[in-house]
Each structure stands twice: as C-alpha cells, then as structure tokens.
C-alpha cells in the first residue's frame, strides 16, 4: 500500500502560482510513476503531469506544459507540481497518484493509489 497526501492547493488570481505537494508513504519502493491528475465539476478526470520515480522522465498534457514544472524529491518521498501562469480553466480538485505497474502512463486506469485531492480555483 501507498499513501498519498496532498496539500498547497488555495485560491488564487488569473496568473499567479501555487505549488501543490504530495507526500508518499508505505511501500513507495514499489512505485513506476507519478502523476498529476485534475477533475473539474461535470467533467472526467484528465491527466496533468507524470514523472517516474527513478529515472525522471517527464511528460505534460499540451493545456499546461510551458506553465507547470513536475518534479520530485526521493529523500522526502514527495513530488510537487509548480503551477504558473494560472488560467480560471485550470479550477480543478487536482489529484497525485502512484503507478506500481507504469512508469510513464496518462492513463487513470493504470494508477493504483490516488490522494484525496486538494482543490484549486482560479478567478478570472
């Protein structure tokens, strides 16, 4: 098991920043990959960010790649995602997860542990 725990999400003005965290715990020796996931109100749940646990491939959905950084620290078992450049679409309950089984998917079938999530609003 992983446990996952979100935090830095908050209310913020049409470009600004916030950094959201995600602290790891458990077996995370079993972890491929990490990902940033967004769910807006009456919409699926899309993919924002990945990076594997080891080797630090990186991969970003088209809408945020320039404007968020994907990065991780091994030693805190964290990984952040720093968001610029802040757009009222960007308004989501954003979730980390954790993949035992993939190390570089976009997919949220192939995630098995998720946070509980921290919300982010963007007003315009």
């Known amino acids: 098991q992983v446990q996952l725990v979100e935090s830095g999400g908050g209310l913020v003005q049409a470009g600004g920043s916030l950094r959201l965290s995600c602290a790891a715990s458990?077996?995370?020796?079993?972890?491929?990959?990490m990902g940033w996931f967004r769910q807006a109100p009456g919409k699926e749940r899309e993919f924002v960010a990945i990076?594997?646990?080891?080797?630090?491939?990186?991969y970003y959905a088209p809408s945020v790649k320039g404007r968020f950084t994907i990065s991780r620290d091994n030693r805190k078992n964290t990984v952040y995602l720093q968001m610029n450049s802040l757009k009222p679409d960007d308004t989501a309950v954003y979730y980390c997860?954790?993949?035992?089984?993939?190390?570089?998917?976009?997919?949220?079938?192939?995630?098995?542990?998720w946070g509980q999530g921290t919300q982010v609003t963007v007003s315009s």
């Open positions: 990076i594997t646990w080891s080797g630090g491939y990186i």
């Open positions: 997860a954790s993949s035992t089984r993939y190390s570089g998917s976009t997919r949220v079938s192939e995630y098995d542990f």
């Open positions: 458990g077996r995370t020796v079993s972890t491929y990959g």
